[in-house]
């Protein structure tokens, strides 16, 4: 198994440039999320899946669009880019988040700059 | 605002040395995780503790869980080089059918050899 698979693992965008940060696991979880992690700040959650055609907004959504048509994708869409989404993106699975402790799986991360 | 607080935010000591990090927060979790994040890296599980009091061993790592279940800390014995990294607390809330993972901002650990 892959696990979680990230693309691209670097870009650099300009103001108000859109692209996609895609998220692919096979490990057939039915959670999937979408991170950033900004430097010496935690995790903040942006959206989560509970399973495909299934999303919700997390901590942090503005600025950012997901989808989730089939259970193994999951891209995450920036349409105006910003400086202050300069960050790195980890997307994350879990089998259900519905278990007691429940195991998240990362992928390497997407590290975006914004000029 | 439920935070999880991390301390020391940034360690730096000699190979052999043990060190201890600490999670706080004023929020009761029904669990709490340690990970650890490698340069480059997305984070990797660890431990999960769940029990108030219950103390977990991972070769040289001790995962401990208050009593109230408010804080945990994390002892590393006799470290080594490879014990360098980013370690990350995540405490987790449950409410009803609601969850939610409340991450600490990391301890960055860096082990000279």
């Known amino acids: ?115 | 605002t439920q935070l999880l607080e991390q301390s020391p935010q940034f360690l730096s000591i000699q190979e052999g040395e043990n060190l201890t990090v600490y999670c706080n927060s004023s929020s009761v979790f029904s669990s709490l995780q340690w990970y650890r994040q490698e340069p480059g890296e997305g984070p990797v599980l660890l431990v999960t503790v769940v029990t108030g009091g219950e103390v977990k061993k991972l070769k040289r790592l001790t995962f401990q869980f208050g009593d109230a279940r408010k804080d945990s800390s994390l002892h590393i014995t006799a470290a080594q080089t490879g014990d360098t990294g980013l370690y990350l607390c995540a405490g987790e809330i449950r409410e009803d059918s609601n969850y939610q993972l409340i991450w600490g901002a990391g301890t960055k650990l860096i082990i000279k050899p």
Not at chain 1, 22 to 39: F, G, I, L, V
Not at chain 1, 73 to 81: T, V
Not at chain 1, 93 to 115: D, I, K, M
């Open chain 1, 1 to 115: 198994n892959a696990g979680v698979t990230q693309t691209p693992k670097f870009r650099i965008l300009k103001i108000g440039q859109s692209m996609t940060l895609q998220c692919t696991q096979d490990m057939n979880h039915n959670y999937m999320y979408w991170y950033r992690q900004d430097p010496g700040m935690g995790l903040k959650l942006i959206y989560y899946s509970v399973g495909a055609g299934i999303t919700d907004k997390g901590e942090v959504p503005n600025g950012y669009n997901v989808s989730r048509s089939t259970t193994e994708d999951f891209p995450l869409r920036l349409e105006l880019a910003a400086p202050s989404q300069t960050s790195v993106y980890f997307c994350a699975s879990s089998y259900s988040a519905r278990q007691y402790q429940e195991t998240q799986y990362f992928g390497p991360g997407t590290r975006l700059l914004v000029l």
